[in-house]
């Protein structure tokens, strides 16, 4: 394997792992403000969009990478 396509592979995974805490970040602000926009949820419903805000926001990230 080459040098450059070692350092692209890296970069690679470094990028992705930054989309994935990206994304953490992104799904931690939904559920901060989940409830001042909505009012009182329940646990499972954080859980939801959470899950659903983590999940869109890292595949968003990835498919804009894709395009560079």
Sequence with gaps: MSTERVVETESSLATKVLYLVAS??????ALWMTP???GPVAGIELV???SAVL?????TLLALDSRR
């Design 24 to 29: 953490v970040v992104l799904g931690l602000a």
């Design 36 to 38: 001042l926009l909505i």
């Design 55 to 59: 999940v869109v926001a890292f595949l």
């Design 48 to 50: 939801i969009v959470f």
